[in-house]
């Protein structure tokens, strides 16, 4: 099972679960025997021989509380996590979210990647250049996307990175050319946003993942965690299946 997040501040709001859900969170998967907390590199590697057991932490556009507040949490309770970088957006805001109305969020820069790249907590990857849909670009944009933010990234943290996050993560925001550019250039997994609990082998390079809201406290996040089957998954499949039909936009 891998769980994503976006933002953790002090009050939860647009994209950030309030740090009081998160540590709650934290604390009740750490003290639960019946799950074991992995990096994504250990996640990657017994995908599909206990997977049902296994969760791994997910972060997508690497906002600044994730070493204001997550760095902090995580040390305390020994929780790796995986923190995906849109890398041309660094030092920056979450432009894709502010052009539609939406709260902006300030991004970690380079002095702090570099920082934190130090933590054996933290596993860093890919979230593309521009956090641009995937789905429908060219071939040259889906290489800079793919490729150079790769290259990019790899040279500022000095080690390889072997994990990509398509930005908005749909079936809709990326296709069997970004599947096999991925594979090709080196990466070991890609990661969307499509809402379920299983993965396996087959899908490593389109992994489905369980994002957390502000929403969920700690009783609904329990649920959420141990529930077999959830609502929210029929929703995806629904919502799947018209993206399949091109009648979702």
């Known amino acids: 099972m891998i769980l994503m997040y976006h933002n953790i501040d002090e009050e939860g709001g647009f994209n950030t679960v309030s740090l009081k859900n998160f540590t709650e969170q934290i604390l009740y998967l750490s003290l639960n025997k019946e799950f074991c907390i992995v990096s994504i590199d250990d996640y990657i590697k017994y995908l599909g021989l206990r997977e049902r057991k296994l969760i791994t932490i997910t972060f997508d556009d690497a906002y600044t509380s994730i070493q204001s507040k997550v760095l902090p949490i995580i040390k305390k309770y020994n929780i790796p996590i ?49 956090h641009i849909s995937l789905g429908n670009v060219s071939r040259t944009i889906l290489e800079d996307e793919i490729i150079k933010s790769k290259i990019i990234l790899e040279n500022e943290i000095n080690t390889s990175v072997n994990y990509f996050s398509y930005p908005y993560g749909q079936l809709k925001d990326f296709s069997k050319n970004t599947l096999t550019l991925l594979k090709d250039c080196g990466y070991k997994a890609g990661f969307t946003t499509n809402w379920s609990r299983r993965n396996s082998k087959r899908n490593v390079y389109y992994l489905n993942r369980i994002e957390i809201r502000n929403s969920d406290c700690i009783k609904t996040f329990k649920k959420i965690i141990n529930r077999k089957v959830d609502f929210k998954y029929y929703k995806q499949n629904l919502k799947n299946l018209l993206i399949k039909l091109k009648l979702y936009k």
């Open 82 to 130: 995986t923190v995906f970088i849109p890398i041309n957006c660094v030092g920056g805001y979450n432009t894709w979210d502010t052009s539609i109305g939406k709260e902006q969020l300030k991004i970690l820069d380079w002095s702090e990647i570099k920082i934190l790249s130090n933590e054996p907590l933290i596993t860093f990857g890919s979230h593309g250049l521009s």
